[in-house]
């Protein structure tokens, strides 16, 4: 590829990230109210969300225009306890898309993913007060420079049918992000990563409305080259089918609306990764 190629194409990258990175930067309603936790903000929840579990636990509280716990005398496991015992609260109410069984940790939103540990929290409660998730996705490439991608099932609650990295999920509680990307690449593409070289790409931040509440979240970015004849299988069953596709397919695949906006920005930062290696 001549250099004025290889230019455009790093231009085309980077109007598409500007693009993305807005769609990803949206803050939380006005009337929404902040959650606080052992005296820090740790989310923000609809009117509805606040109000119910003010009404229905005694240990929640509106205050001063927050939903506020009484956790002052409890410890990082009785603050767990409660926050599962008001995620349960909110999924009888039919307020959670879903029921995941699984933990994740809560941090001061500010401090998040670095942040102390202040309890964990069923994952499916998290979007419904705005708990920040954390993330790991990894950029699989093949030798010839070309990016595995996944189609994600068509009975996914979140984004189903659209295209995302070959490999991505949530750090459960107390989990590194590299023995949960070791997960997520066996559950989700049959994938070792065993003898690889895996690279660290950027710490990506979004936030933005759902309809079960306010995403926020961190991903943090890898990139493999995957060995010589490698195909991915699905083992969890949460991927339709797999593509191999060149740069330039990828990035029309995203100006057309087919990725999710965290595995296009995921995808973006490892095909500059890529662009920029060879300058």
Avoid at 9 to 37: F, G, N, T
Avoid at 85 to 112: F, I, M, S, T, Y
Avoid at 226 to 251: H, I, T, Y
Wanted: glycine share 6%; with cysteine; net charge negative.
């Amino acid at each position: 590829m001549s250099a004025a190629a290889r230019r455009e194409r790093i231009e085309r990258i980077e109007r598409l990230q500007a693009r993305l990175l807005a769609q990803a930067s949206i803050e939380p309603v006005p009337d929404w109210l902040p959650v606080l936790l052992a005296g820090e903000r740790i989310g923000t929840a609809r009117a509805d969300v606040a109000s119910e579990l003010a009404s229905t636990d005694a240990r929640c509280a509106l205050l001063d225009y927050c939903l506020v716990f009484d956790d002052e005398a409890l410890d990082r496991p009785g603050r767990s306890a409660l926050l599962n015992d008001l995620a349960v609260k909110l999924h009888e109410a039919g307020l959670l898309r879903g029921w995941r069984n699984e933990q994740l940790d809560v941090r001061p939103l500010a401090d998040a993913p670095a942040g102390a540990v202040l309890a964990t929290i069923e994952r499916a409660a998290c979007r419904a007060l705005g708990i920040a998730t954390h993330a790991v996705h990894l950029n699989a490439f093949a030798p010839d420079g070309r990016l595995w991608v996944a189609q994600r099932a068509a009975h996914k609650s979140v984004d189903p049918d659209l295209w995302d990295n070959l490999v991505g999920g949530m750090v459960s509680a107390g989990e590194p992000e590299l023995l949960a990307l070791e997960r997520e690449a066996h559950e989700e593409a049959g994938l070792s990563l065993h003898g690889l070289a895996v690279r660290r790409g950027v710490l990506l931040r979004e936030q933005r409305p759902l309809p079960e509440g306010h995403m926020v979240e961190t991903v943090q970015v890898f990139d493999a080259v995957l060995p010589p004849g490698f195909v991915p299988r699905s083992v969890d069953g949460e991927v339709q089918r797999f593509e191999l596709r060149s740069a330039d397919a990828v990035l029309s695949a995203i100006e057309r609306g087919e990725f999710t906006i965290e595995a296009a920005l995921v995808a973006l930062d490892g095909l500059l990764r890529q662009e920029a290696h060879h300058d």
